[in-house]
């Protein structure tokens, strides 16, 4: 819900009908809004099959472990939708955020068309058919869908330039979905307390294990039973390596992590 003063409305309605608009296989549909008083709460449409941190972090018998494909689908499902936002919608509403971003500055961490990535925000849809290997992913939590002050969702998604200046920009969403990315290649969150000191934040732990070969088997998700590509988990580990580059234009753009990601897919797994 989104708590604003009053002259922020038309810019807000301006803003959310713009956004109605948007339509791409992989973006969750904005339906409309509720407003009571300065109370403002956004309506998508309903993801029956709920989040990727349900699928990958639910646990007891009900929930099956993801296989490498359904990763690697669900990844290129998200990093689709997130070139499509970046292409086209941070060029089509750059004029309309500009006084917003100004008018509730002390508010926004949502600015010039990026947000911060995380695993709550890529939603699973399934088919009618063939539920197992045929999930779709759609990204949410856009523009004003993150209107408000930083949360726990964020930690460990956020990129370093975020955390230095306040600042996000295009790229910075390339980072959060690195992030993402680890989390499909380990099955852990992003951020745990209750892990081994050094191991609390995922990137900090893992990124230095992803350029060795040896070393990156022992972090691959077991729960995958050793059932994926080596040669793909390779390229998967150096596009993660990428995306998390601590300088901003050294990250690929979202696009070209679509285009890799496809062709990791492409690679049969051995069994």
Same mark, same amino acid.
């Given at each position: 819900?989104?708590?604003?003063?009053?002259?922020?409305?038309?810019?807000?309605?301006?803003?959310? @009908?713009?956004?109605?608009?948007?339509?791409?296989? @992989?973006?969750?549909?904005?339906?409309?809004?509720?407003?009571?008083? &300065?109370?403002?709460?956004?309506?998508?449409?309903?993801?029956?099959?709920?989040?990727?941190? @349900?699928?990958?972090?639910?646990?007891?018998?009900?929930?099956?472990?993801?296989?490498?494909?359904?990763?690697?689908?669900?990844?290129?499902?998200?990093?689709?939708?997130?070139?499509?936002?970046?292409?086209?919608?941070?060029?089509?509403?750059?004029?309309?955020?500009?006084?917003?971003?100004?008018?509730?500055?002390? =508010?926004?961490?949502?600015?010039?068309?990026?947000?911060?990535?995380?695993?709550?925000?890529?939603?699973?849809?399934?088919?009618?058919?063939?539920?197992?290997?045929?999930?779709?992913?759609?990204?949410?939590?856009?523009? $004003?869908?993150? *209107?408000?002050?930083?949360?726990?969702?964020?930690?460990?998604?956020?990129?370093?330039?975020?955390?230095?200046?306040?600042?996000?920009?295009?790229?910075?969403?390339?980072?959060?979905?690195?992030?993402? *990315? $680890?989390? =499909?290649?380990?099955?852990?969150?992003?951020?745990?307390?209750?892990?081994?000191?050094?191991?609390? @934040? *995922?990137?900090?732990?893992?990124?230095? $294990? $992803?350029?060795? &070969?040896?070393?990156?088997?022992?972090?691959?998700?077991?729960?995958?039973?050793?059932?994926?590509?080596?040669?793909?988990?390779?390229?998967?580990?150096?596009?993660?390596? &990428?995306?998390?580059?601590?300088?901003?234009?050294?990250?690929?753009?979202?696009?070209?992590?679509?285009?890799? =990601?496809?062709?990791?897919?492409?690679?049969?797994?051995?069994?």
């Amino acid at each position: 819900m989104i708590f604003l003063k009053p002259s922020g409305y038309v810019l807000i309605y301006s803003e959310v @009908n713009f956004l109605g608009r948007i339509s791409h296989p @992989n973006v969750v549909k904005l339906l409309g809004y509720c407003r009571e008083d &300065r109370d403002l709460l956004l309506v998508y449409e309903f993801m029956k099959k709920g989040s990727l941190k @349900n699928h990958l972090y639910g646990r007891g018998s009900a929930v099956q472990p993801l296989s490498w494909n359904l990763r690697l689908k669900i990844a290129i499902g998200a990093a689709q939708g997130l070139a499509f936002y970046t292409v086209h919608m941070t060029t089509s509403f750059t004029e309309i955020l500009r006084p917003l971003i100004y008018l509730l500055r002390p =508010l926004i961490y949502c600015s010039m068309g990026s947000c911060i990535i995380c695993c709550s925000t890529i939603y699973i849809e399934p088919f009618p058919m063939d539920i197992l290997f045929n999930y779709n992913a759609k990204i949410s939590d856009f523009g $004003l869908a993150k *209107l408000g002050p930083p949360g726990r969702g964020s930690q460990g998604y956020a990129a370093p330039e975020y955390l230095a200046t306040g600042h996000l920009y295009v790229q910075s969403d390339v980072y959060g979905f690195g992030v993402v *990315l $680890l989390e =499909l290649m380990m099955g852990l969150r992003a951020l745990d307390p209750k892990r081994p000191g050094p191991q609390v @934040n *995922l990137v900090g732990w893992a990124k230095p $294990l $992803l350029p060795n &070969r040896m070393k990156l088997k022992t972090i691959m998700d077991a729960r995958m039973e050793g059932k994926y590509s080596s040669k793909g988990a390779i390229m998967l580990a150096q596009l993660i390596l &990428r995306c998390l580059e601590e300088e901003p234009r050294k990250r690929p753009a979202m696009k070209e992590v679509a285009d890799i =990601l496809e062709q990791i897919y492409a690679i049969k797994v051995k069994t």
